[in-house]
């Protein structure tokens, strides 16, 4: 009887990088009253998250975000780029029904992944940055950053706290 172990399949660069968020969360939002304005005055509010399945064989993420207290709901779209090995974070609100510009960017060997996309805020052109970490098969954390000197000093303006709720999806 041979002891070889069988050779495991090597994980394609980024396929599957957002499986870690399939299933459903409870979300403690952190949103600046006015970013870019020197306020420091943050404003805390519930959401729940619901991402849908796999998609693309792990090339593709589908969430919705429901907030409660506000009034609007919205939608990322990710999608894996295999020749450049980088994601696209498409985000689109309901009370636009406008896709945003995307940010693009991939996760890192430490488990932290970053994007980045140009946008503007109120008719201000900005850098915008995106930071997935402490990603826990229980929790993540989610952040949003703007930067009007391009990308040479940052302000965060949005963070999303994750606890999922139910079971850990298989």
């Known amino acids: ?25 409870d979300v403690t939002n952190r949103r600046l009253v006015e970013p870019l304005s020197g306020d420091t005055e943050w404003d805390e509010f519930p959401g729940w998250v619901v991402c849908h399945g796999t998609l693309f064989g792990g090339a593709a ?11 609007f709901n919205g939608l990322t779209l990710r999608l894996f780029d295999p020749v450049r090995e980088e994601w696209s974070l498409n ?26 996309g140009d946008d503007t ?6 850098r915008c940055r995106f930071i997935w970490s402490g990603i ?7 952040e949003q950053a703007f930067s009007t000197d391009g990308g040479q000093s940052w302000e965060t303006n949005w963070t999303m706290d994750f606890r999922r709720t139910g079971q850990v999806p298989a």
Do not use: C
């Open 1 to 25: 009887m041979s002891t070889a172990s069988t050779p495991r399949p090597t994980r394609r660069p980024g396929i599957g990088d957002f499986d870690f968020l399939v299933g459903t969360w």
């Open 61 to 71: 993420n589908l969430d919705e975000i429901a907030f409660p207290t506000k009034t």
């Open 91 to 116: 985000w689109v609100s309901s009370r636009t029904g406008l896709l945003q510009p995307p940010v693009f960017g991939r996760f890192g060997d430490d488990g932290r992944g970053e994007f980045y």
């Open 121 to 126: 805020h109120e008719g201000t052109p900005v």
């Open 136 to 142: 826990t098969p229980l929790s993540a954390r989610w």
